[in-house]
């Protein structure tokens, strides 16, 4: 071989190692709430605290424990019309999620948790929290009662509560948005029923592990500005 053939053969090598380098790969999306199978076996209705509020807790010992019928209020069959989130991605039980980039993670408060976050409001008190939590391929009861029991945790609602329902490729999703005084039970919250909050929560069928339930609690102008927020991560579900 020539000294030219030599020097065009390493100068190919060269370029052909400097464009792969050149290529990256995607981030991985992180798999949250690796829980055990005991505890999907645990109460799940379970609390969630930040800074003194409850933010997502079901409890057997409020005032509306007993609630088993469904909200009056029919479900309309439209996914929101929002963009789908297109934040950190992330795994919860098999079911693939956009977070929005507004939200901050914390260490989830209860090991029945998947994953919990903050969705920001005029300071930390006025935070609003939200709660992922998943409790096996059975779930936690059917779908209607789930929704009963959140709607029964907000007394003297302002309004109807408001539903909806779609189908999104594997998935059903089922909705309820309830203003009113919040109210998690006595053994979730040290300040007791919070007036003026919002609850807005969503049942996600269909995952591959079983349902997953997110919820979003905290006073009613939070939720409102993290509406499109959490929408926008419910329509990114895949």
């Known amino acids: ?18 464009l792969a380098a050149c290529q990256e790969e995607p981030p991985e999306p992180r798999y949250l709430g690796q829980a055990s ?16 509020h409850d933010h997502a807790g079901h409890s057997h010992a409020h005032p509306h424990a007993g609630h088993t019928h469904a909200p ?9 019309s929002v963009e789908p989130a297109t934040g950190l991605e992330v795994t919860l039980r098999g079911v693939t999620a956009n977070l929005p980039d507004t939200w901050t993670e914390e260490q989830p408060s209860s090991s029945m948790r ?15 929290g939200v709660v992922i939590t998943h409790f096996g391929p059975q779930g936690a009861g059917d779908t209607e009662s789930n929704i ?4 029964g945790q907000v007394s003297n609602p302002q309004g109807p509560p408001i539903r ?11 909705t309820l ?10 053994a979730m919250s040290s300040d007791g029923p919070q007036a003026g909050w919002t609850l807005y929560g969503a049942i996600v069928n269909g995952g591959p592990e ?17 509406t499109q927020a959490f929408e926008s991560m419910l329509v990114s579900l895949r």
């Open 1 to 18: 071989m020539t000294s030219k053939n030599i020097i065009c053969t390493v100068a190919a090598s060269g370029a052909i190692l400097f």
């Open 114 to 128: 998947v994953a919990q976050f903050l969705a920001p409001g005029d300071d930390d008190d006025d935070a609003a």
């Open 72 to 80: 009056d209020a029919a479900p309309t069959g439209e996914a929101p």
């Open 210 to 226: 079983g349902p997953i339930y997110i919820k979003m609690t905290g006073p009613s102008v939070t939720v409102e500005a993290n």
């Open 164 to 174: 909806a329902s779609w189908t999104q490729g594997a998935l059903e999703i089922h």
């Open 148 to 151: 009963a029991r959140w709607a």
């Open 177 to 186: 948005r309830a203003t009113g005084v919040f109210s998690a039970g006595m």
């Open 37 to 52: 199978d005991a505890q999907s076996a645990s109460d799940p209705h379970a609390g969630h605290s930040h800074a003194g």
